[in-house]
């Protein structure tokens, strides 16, 4: 059997870990979730107004295109006025009836060429 000399050794000692007092910081998790609302918040707020500038852009487009039409319909119905007074001038019975006299040549029936038909 061995026998140890007892012997006093000095081993140093390792300060033990001290925890460092924490600082007061904000859980992480909760700072993200409140950003993330903001931002979707903002966000939301910018889609609804360019939602809104859009809806007045086509409300202001749409305006235009019927001012158009409605002066496109006036000169029409201007024109279609025209038309129908010129149409009336040129099937006018006197007109007619002149124009048979002297570029066709045309008279009045003579007594002899008028026949009545008995029922």
Request: aromatic letters at 6%; zero cysteines.
């Amino acid at each position: 059997m061995v026998v140890a000399k007892r012997a006093h050794v000095n081993v140093p000692q390792f300060p033990r870990h001290q925890p460092q007092p924490r600082r007061h910081v904000r859980p992480k998790n909760k700072l993200d979730v409140q950003l993330l609302y903001k931002v979707i918040t903002s966000l939301i707020i910018v889609g609804l107004a360019l939602l809104v500038v859009y809806r007045y852009g086509v409300i202001t487009q749409n305006n235009f295109e019927i001012r158009q039409l409605r002066q496109i319909r006036s000169t029409l119905v201007d024109e279609q006025h025209h038309l129908e007074i010129r149409i009336a001038q040129l099937t006018s019975l006197e007109r007619l009836e002149s124009i048979a006299r002297s570029e066709m040549g045309l008279n009045d029936p003579r007594p002899e060429q008028i026949k009545f038909l008995d029922q």
